[in-house]
């Protein structure tokens, strides 16, 4: 089972900040904080991941609380393509690590 | 694009019918994973291979399932006897075991429909 939850649906203005919370209260010390969105009819497609400090890249940035129980994935300047499905999830580093999806939050940007 | 294949993209099978779905990973990975996803749902999680070695198998894969990676290349995923349950999108994703952030990149995945 899924260890995250998140919102079933979420929108946002076109070009406003978008900012997807996820808890995940029971992650253990050697996971991380994975995030992957799904554009319709695509695969999945890695955003950014983090342990403990707050990561961002070219795509978003990724904020994790100090007890490390949530997290937010902001996207900064939402355009229409960032429409999608976005997964939270939490995986060992260490592991194979097959990816257990949950049922994501669908992130529709409005013009 | 990802760089990850998948083939066919599309297959409509009748029922009791066998199905074989290919995957061309990028090159150089050495992992090669394999999803179901039902309308809706995220991706279920199937099977993984480490070069050639099929190391996990979900209890999804039922017998009816086979998958093979036979020189650590491309893949190949079988399904006997298709029933309308198998009908759903099958994605292929790969990575590199020593990459530092775990990522998987996937394929655009084949929609089975079972009729």
């Known amino acids: 089972d899924a260890k995250t939850t998140q919102p079933p649906s979420m929108d946002c203005a076109e070009g406003r900040a978008a900012n997807l919370p996820c808890n995940h209260s029971?992650?253990?010390?050697?996971?991380?904080v994975y995030w992957y969105r799904q554009i319709h009819s695509q695969g999945p497609q890695y955003i950014i991941h983090?342990?403990?400090n707050n990561e961002t890249n070219e795509m978003a940035s990724l904020i994790i609380t100090e007890d490390r129980k949530s997290s937010t994935l902001i996207l900064p300047h939402a355009t229409l393509r960032d429409t999608a499905v976005y997964y939270c999830?939490?995986?060992?580093?260490?592991?194979?690590?097959?990816?257990?999806f949950g049922s994501g939050t669908r992130l529709s940007i409005r013009p | 694009d990802t760089g990850v294949s998948q083939d066919p993209r599309h297959k409509i099978t009748k029922r009791g019918q066998n199905v074989t779905f290919r995957c061309d990973p990028i090159s150089e990975h050495n992992r090669l994973y394999w999803y179901r996803q039902t309308l809706g749902q995220g991706p279920e999680f199937l099977t993984y291979?480490?070069?050639?070695?099929?190391?996990?198998k979900s209890r999804l894969l039922s017998d009816r399932f086979s998958a093979e990676r036979p020189k650590g290349s491309f893949s190949t995923l079988e399904i006997q006897r298709t029933e309308q349950g198998d009908s759903a999108m099958y994605l292929c994703a790969s990575s590199l075991a020593a990459a530092a952030n775990n990522e998987q990149f996937f394929g655009p995945g084949t929609r089975l429909t079972v009729l």
């Open positions: 291979f480490q070069n050639e070695a099929q190391l996990e």
């Open positions: 983090g342990l403990k």
């Open positions: 029971t992650i253990s010390g050697n996971e991380y």
């Open positions: 999830i939490v995986s060992a580093y260490s592991s194979a690590s097959k990816i257990i």
